[in-house]
């Protein structure tokens, strides 16, 4: 990979997105961490455009994921975003509605979520 | 004009960023709160951040409406929908459309109608009663409610598809007591405003015991009650009267400072006196009229450290609550073996 492709990753589980970061950090992406919608709402205004994917929890309090990714998908249609939940059908139905590219169901292997990634950024 | 949102609190503070960052996106959103703490300001707040300012706001509280009358509120009708129907009457996400329909109390929504509103969350359309023919509404939702949706959820009273569809933006505004930094800002903003709507000459400026005092009761009722004592304190212009009749309804409701109520007011007499213990009609000393002294004895206890520790130890305001002299009030303090709270420092 020529390139560091930078990853904003938001979960409000903290064991979750420290395994997250460790994980892609050691695959040699650039990763940036927010452990609610509000916080990756401020990093992508500070830094628009800078980001080269988003993975996102769906069920935060406050700004939930599907806000997220709604609000994303509005400001950059082009943004892929890989939504993650635990939550079963309901938050991963809303999750397509606003145009997820990915819905992953938690548990998932971490092979797969690169996997993904690599398919979004076409690596 | 809608009123600001007042506080320096970490919830309030959280809540203006939230309300900045989300207000154009037009996205379901829940506002969470116990009754009188100011759901309907934040609601406000948001529409007015919004493009959609200027357009209708429309407020329905679902709790306010039987349930067929909710329905036909909301949706509308055509003429002959039911007997009375005499006329096409337009519901509320009609009204609404463009613009913002606030459902209040949404947790008091019965579970049939629950399944229609989500129907128009879906698909953005809904059919008045009696009308096969679908409209399409924009309509931003605000609910709120002062119901614990999850609980509801469990118990089967709560559609949980609703519950996410809804949820997608959720603010939770805490109860006063629980973000007493926010009363002196509160105090200030509301004796202004009301010192003008009564035409006062001058804004009143209660003395810091007052302001202190006022922050450390526990607002059973919130915001709402906080207003409403700033009103009679304007009009009446006693305020350690008002005080004295706040502690003392506290007291006797039981609410302590953190606003539960005492244990031994949630356990009866089952918690003053130990049936199985010290206390029990196997003991030799046991008859009905030392039993009478000992609950006696004990709820005194209670109801006086209680009243001290509202008035902050002040002896002269808790015999005013306790209507009883002040020799009395020392007597049963030195009788009963009231000390005063350790000081943390």
Redesign the interface.
């Known amino acids: 990979m020529d390139k560091k492709f930078r990853l904003l990753v938001i979960d409000d589980n903290e064991e979750i997105l420290t395994s997250l970061k460790s994980f892609l950090s050691k695959k040699s992406y650039d990763v940036v961490s927010a452990s609610n919608g509000?916080d990756a709402?401020?990093l992508i205004e500070a830094a628009t455009d800078d980001f080269d994917l988003v993975i996102t929890d769906l069920v935060m309090?406050?700004?939930?994921g599907?806000?997220v990714t709604?609000?994303i998908k509005?400001q950059n249609p082009k943004m892929p975003v890989i939504a993650i939940t635990g939550?079963g059908e309901?938050?991963e139905a809303?999750a397509k509605e606003v145009h997820a590219d990915i819905v992953m169901e938690k548990p998932f292997k971490l092979d797969q979520l690169e996997k993904a990634i690599k398919r979004l950024l076409s690596i | 004009m809608s009123r600001p949102i007042i506080g320096v609190s970490e919830n309030i503070v959280k809540i203006r960023e939230v309300i900045n960052h989300i207000a154009d996106t037009g996205l379901n959103t829940v506002i969470c709160g116990e009754s009188g703490v100011g759901k309907e300001v934040i609601a406000q707040s948001l529409y007015q951040k919004s493009s959609r300012n200027g357009k209708p706001f429309i407020k329905v509280n679902c709790a306010a409406l039987p349930d067929g009358l909710l329905e036909s509120e909301l949706f509308g009708y055509e003429k002959g929908a039911f007997t009375g129907a005499d006329r096409k009457t337009r519901g509320k996400f009609e009204l609404a459309n463009k613009g913002v329909l606030m459902l209040d109390e949404i947790g008091d929504m019965s579970l049939s109608l629950q399944a229609k509103l989500l129907h128009v969350l879906q698909g953005g359309a809904f059919a008045p009663l009696g009308s096969e023919k679908e409209f399409k509404t924009d309509t931003w939702v605000i609910a709120a409610t002062n119901h614990e949706l999850e609980k509801e959820i469990s118990e089967g009273k709560f559609r949980e598809d609703l519950y996410y569809r809804l949820n997608i933006i959720k603010i939770y505004i805490q109860p006063l007591r629980e973000r007493p930094e926010d009363i002196p800002h509160l105090i200030d903003y509301y004796l202004k405003e009301y010192s003008l709507l009564f035409n006062s000459d001058k804004i009143i400026q209660p003395s810091d015991t007052v302001i202190d005092e006022l922050t450390r009761y526990p607002w059973p009722g919130n915001v709402r009650e906080l207003q409403n004592i700033l009103k009679r304190m304007l009009v009446l212009g006693d305020a350690e009267k008002i005080l004295d009749e706040m502690n003392s309804r506290n007291s006797m409701t039981g609410t302590s400072s953190d606003g539960s109520t005492s244990d031994t007011q949630a356990m009866g007499y089952k918690g003053i006196l130990d049936f199985n213990g010290k206390d029990s009609p196997d003991e030799p000393t046991f008859s009905l009229k030392t039993i009478r002294k000992t609950a006696l004895d004990r709820v005194e206890k209670e109801v006086i450290s209680h009243v001290l520790g509202k008035t902050g130890w002040n002896r002269s305001k808790a015999t005013k609550i306790l209507k009883i002299s002040y020799k009395t009030l020392l007597y049963k303090i030195s009788d009963l073996g009231i000390t005063p709270p350790a000081k943390a420092d």
């Open positions: 509000l709402l401020k309090p406050n700004i939930s599907v806000a709604a609000i509005k939550y309901q938050p809303l």
